[in-house]
């Protein structure tokens, strides 16, 4: 090879050895494999404001279980935590909470809905 073939295949003003059909091949491939990839935005046009909601609506769900093994109880709300309810004529008697049992705490609603016990 010579000096000129050496300084055109470095400024790629080279001729390609390969047949056009061939390149144009690979260019159809790479721009299909192109296609196959989709960012957030074609994924959000392709569920849907239906499909959005409903995601939403898992994700707030799964974030209100995730709570409840968390936070499992509650304050009592008729004796408001203190588990023990005062006399309403004689204000120094005192007695444990019905709804409690004199705990002061109560099992969320969804705990005693989801995560029922035998």
């Known amino acids: 090879m010579n000096l000129a073939h050496h300084f ?3 400024l790629g003003t080279a001729p390609t050895p390969q047949p056009d059909h061939v390149t144009a091949a690979g260019q159809a491939a790479s721009q299909a494999s192109d296609s196959n990839t989709s960012t957030a935005a074609d ?3 392709a569920i849907g404001p239906a499909g959005m909601l409903l995601l ?3 994700a707030a769900f799964a974030l209100y279980v995730v709570s409840l093994s968390l936070h499992p109880n509650a304050k009592c709300g008729r004796c408001k935590g203190a ?3 005062h006399g309403s004529v004689f204000s120094y008697a005192q007695r444990p909470c019905n709804s409690c049992k004199g705990r002061g705490i109560q099992p969320r609603l969804g705990r005693r809905l989801f995560f029922k016990q035998q």
Do not use: E, Q
């Open 56 to 58: 939403l609506l898992m």
């Open 8 to 10: 055109a295949v470095v």
């Open 83 to 85: 588990g023990r309810h």
């Open 43 to 45: 994924v959000l046009t």
